[in-house]
């Protein structure tokens, strides 16, 4: 729908061409009948054209559309104060305001309404928050109205408008700062919220803020400086002591993390999302009876709680009982389940379904899923497949050659990279079985490190990165390394050698050569119709955004080989490719291979890897605690019948893939 033909119903409704609106809209919405803002005009202008009950009847079909968005449910709000019924009208404003707590026109009705049935500190509370909204800039006001109901752009463009014009503003720049998170630009955000902080440092809301995008950036022990500032002052602040606790977990220290958590529950309401955390502690630390009653404690607090089932399906060992189905189906089906929700348990259902046998329900689900799920994300094929030119293109031999010994020269991370769901996580618990080597986790420092060389894009076909790799010199290599190795040093107790498994660091293996040159560097491979199929049945917790698509998963396989090519042919011998089919047919001889690689002696509790306790945090983490078996390798072969696609588009990768 062309953006002008709703600027003109705006302008309308501003006119109070209600009739108008009506006409022009409902014709609009015969072509795009789930048009966001199209619908709510035509319920706005049905409300003043004196038929409150239509304009409900509309607005049903909105929030089937678009159910958090808030301005649906102000309007709902004014057509029950049409119709005089104070209660109704009350829960729709109020349902508004915790969607979107700007919208100061729902506090001013909820104050009239609470004083009119006699809630007089409810009214006092909606009188404080529509005075709170008062001492703010009103364009910062609007921008929050905006961002609240998804409105990124337009959000961003009023509130850097205002700094601009009228310098630091702490809501205006917590406001940026939140756009940012949204958008994952947490290095931004970080800068934005360190700010506010030095302007404004008793802003209790601002510094959780900015301990949640340290978490977010890796940064643990620093937000847990910031949480127990603010646990000293709210020491029963529930979000922050939630916070608190997952702060131990993303260091490894699980059991502290379940402590905390524990003293959660103690003397307070069931939660959860709480079961929840507890049980990926419990199955982290291989503690897998206790993490299925904890999952299904978290199902039990709330029937529709989508993640509570996936986490058990995702267990990959764990089968579902005819019950937990029966309420699976039923909480996928209603109407009221959110969209969140939805995906979860299309997922479970799906894997719960293949453990029976029932491929086509089954694929129909994961299908399911994975088209909900590409819903919410922005994923762009095009990027991931210029950025390959770009390597291609600045990464070279003569680039690798000039700069040779450059960088911090310690031998300490073990890269092992690839595509997800290739078998990193067996190579990892692997090697992690010798003595001189431990598993961290997937680390985000050479993502964090791209992310700031790359810096703001203001030319998307001339890039910034990886074209300044050419432009650094070797001080600079040296500090990147450093920096590398001082965010790894917090997740490290000691051994030698650490592993860092984040798969996608193989578009960065230029980079992280220049800056590491005697890190190890291993590439776990997998055949790509078991690889691809395996993505498109896991539903990653965050990024990971190609896997729901067939067509995006062969393209990002394919790009991912010929990036790898590159690799092996402008760093001969720097890379070790481990195929899982061979790791699955010759144990031992992989072993061996990889040991020499990393310049190790031979360890034979490598060999009984699966005896190894130890948190693993990934998808893998109970299948690397059992003995090899062949049964994985060809799973997808069950569902063929629907996989033709998948086959076309991989291509000649089908064939090629050892190469």
């Known amino acids: 729908m062309d953006p002008a033909d709703i600027a003109r119903l705006r302008q309308l409704l501003r006119q109070k061409q209600y009739a108008e609106v009506l006409a022009q809209g409902e014709a609009l919405l015969a072509n795009a009948p789930t048009q966001r803002d199209a619908m709510l005009f035509v319920a706005v202008a049905q409300r003043y054209?004196?038929?409150?009950?239509?304009?409900?009847?509309?607005?049903?079909?909105?929030?089937?559309?678009?159910?958090?968005?808030?301005?649906?449910?102000?309007?709902?709000?004014?057509?029950?104060?049409?119709?005089?019924?104070?209660?109704?009208?009350?829960?729709?404003?109020?349902?508004?305001?915790?969607?979107?707590?700007?919208?100061?026109?729902?506090?001013?009705?909820?104050?009239?309404?609470?004083?009119?049935?006699?809630?007089?500190?409810q009214a006092q509370s909606a009188s404080q928050q529509l005075a709170a909204l008062q001492q703010v800039p009103p364009d910062v006001v609007s921008a929050a109205a905006l961002f609240a109901d998804g409105e990124l752009e337009a959000s961003e463009a009023l509130v850097r408008s205002f700094l601009i014009r009228?310098?630091?503003?702490?809501?205006?720049?917590?406001?940026?700062?939140?756009?940012?998170?949204?958008?994952?630009?947490?290095?931004?955000?970080?800068?934005?919220?360190?700010?506010?902080?030095?302007?404004?440092?008793?802003?209790?809301?601002?510094?959780?803020?900015?301990?949640?995008?340290?978490?977010?950036?890796?940064?643990?022990?620093?937000?847990?400086?910031?949480?127990?500032r603010l646990l000293r002052d709210e020491p029963e602040n529930r979000n922050n002591r939630a916070l608190y606790a997952f702060t131990?977990?993303?260091?490894?220290?699980?059991?502290?993390?379940?402590?905390?958590?524990?003293?959660?529950?103690?003397?307070?309401?069931?939660?959860?999302?709480?079961?929840?955390?507890?049980?990926?502690a419990q199955k982290t630390l291989g503690q897998q009876p206790a993490a299925i009653e904890s999952y299904r404690r978290a199902a039990a607090c709330r029937a529709d709680y989508g993640d509570a089932y996936w986490s058990l399906a995702n267990l990959k060992t764990y089968r579902f009982p005819d019950d937990e189905i029966a309420q699976m189906r039923a909480a996928e089906s209603a109407p009221a389940t959110a969209p969140a929700d939805r995906i979860h348990l299309s997922f479970a259902l799906a894997k719960?379904?293949?453990?029976?046998?029932?491929?086509?329900?089954?694929?129909?689900?994961?299908?399911?899923?994975?088209?909900?799920?590409?819903?919410?994300?922005?994923?762009?094929?095009?990027?991931?497949?210029?950025?390959?030119?770009?390597?291609?293109?600045?990464?070279?031999?003569?680039?690798?050659?000039?700069?040779?010994?450059?960088?911090?020269?310690?031998?300490?991370?073990?890269?092992?990279?690839?595509?997800?769901?290739?078998?990193?996580?067996?190579?990892?618990?692997?090697?992690?079985?010798?003595?001189?080597?431990?598993?961290?986790?997937?680390?985000?420092?050479?993502?964090?490190?791209?992310?700031?060389?790359?810096?703001?894009?203001?030319?998307?076909g001339y890039p910034r990165y990886p074209r300044i790799l050419g432009e650094l010199d070797a001080p600079a290599f040296?500090?990147?390394?450093?920096?590398?190795?001082?965010?790894?040093?917090?997740?490290?107790?000691?051994?030698?050698?650490?592993?860092?498994?984040?798969?996608?660091?193989?578009?960065?293996?230029?980079?992280?050569?220049?800056?590491?040159?005697?890190?190890?560097?291993?590439?776990?491979?997998?055949?790509?119709?078991?690889?691809?199929?395996s993505n498109f049945k896991q539903l990653f917790a965050n990024g990971q955004e190609f896997t729901y698509s067939i067509t995006d998963l062969a393209r990002y396989y394919r790009s991912y080989l010929e990036l790898m090519r590159h690799w092996d042919r402008v760093l001969p011998g720097r890379i070790l490719r481990v195929q899982h089919e061979d790791v699955i047919g010759d144990l031992e001889g992989s072993v061996r291979r990889m040991l020499d690689f990393c310049g190790l002696p031979f360890e034979p509790k490598c060999i009984e890897f699966h005896r190894t306790r130890r948190s693993v945090r990934t998808a893998s983490s109970e299948q690397v605690r059992q003995p090899l078996f062949r049964d994985g390798l060809d799973q997808w072969r069950n569902f063929a019948p629907w996989l033709e696609p998948l086959q076309d588009a991989l291509g000649d990768a089908l064939q090629d893939y050892r190469r």
Request: overall charge negative.
């Open 248 to 280: 131990y977990a993303g260091l490894g220290d699980h059991e502290r993390a379940m402590s905390l958590y524990r003293d959660l529950l103690n003397g307070g309401p069931e939660d959860a999302e709480t079961h929840l955390s507890i049980a990926h």
């Open 352 to 460: 719960a379904l293949e453990d029976r046998g029932d491929y086509a329900e089954s694929y129909r689900l994961y299908e399911r899923g994975n088209a909900l799920q590409h819903l919410q994300v922005s994923y762009r094929p095009e990027i991931i497949e210029n950025n390959t030119r770009a390597q291609i293109e600045c990464c070279t031999q003569e680039l690798f050659a000039a700069r040779a010994g450059w960088g911090a020269q310690e031998p300490d991370p073990i890269l092992i990279v690839g595509l997800p769901r290739s078998g990193s996580t067996l190579l990892e618990q692997i090697l992690a079985s010798h003595p001189a080597v431990e598993g961290t986790q997937e680390l985000p420092a050479v993502q964090q490190l791209v992310a700031r060389l790359r810096g703001r894009e203001t030319e998307p």
């Open 478 to 533: 040296a500090a990147l390394g450093s920096e590398y190795l001082r965010a790894a040093q917090p997740y490290r107790t000691g051994r030698r050698f650490f592993i860092d498994k984040m798969p996608n660091n193989f578009r960065h293996l230029g980079f992280i050569h220049l800056m590491l040159p005697n890190a190890k560097i291993i590439d776990a491979r997998r055949e790509p119709m078991a690889c691809c199929f």
């Open 49 to 121: 054209l004196g038929r409150p009950a239509v304009a409900l009847a509309t607005l049903e079909r909105l929030e089937q559309a678009h159910p958090r968005f808030s301005r649906l449910h102000e309007e709902r709000g004014r057509c029950f104060v049409d119709l005089k019924n104070a209660a109704e009208a009350t829960r729709a404003f109020e349902r508004a305001v915790a969607l979107n707590p700007s919208l100061q026109g729902c506090w001013r009705m909820l104050e009239g309404l609470y004083r009119m049935t006699g809630q007089g500190a």
């Open 166 to 228: 009228e310098g630091d503003n702490v809501e205006g720049m917590r406001l940026l700062a939140a756009i940012g998170i949204e958008r994952k630009v947490y290095d931004d955000a970080e800068i934005l919220l360190a700010a506010v902080l030095r302007i404004e440092p008793s802003h209790s809301a601002a510094r959780r803020e900015y301990a949640g995008v340290l978490v977010e950036l890796g940064r643990h022990l620093e937000a847990r400086v910031e949480l127990e």
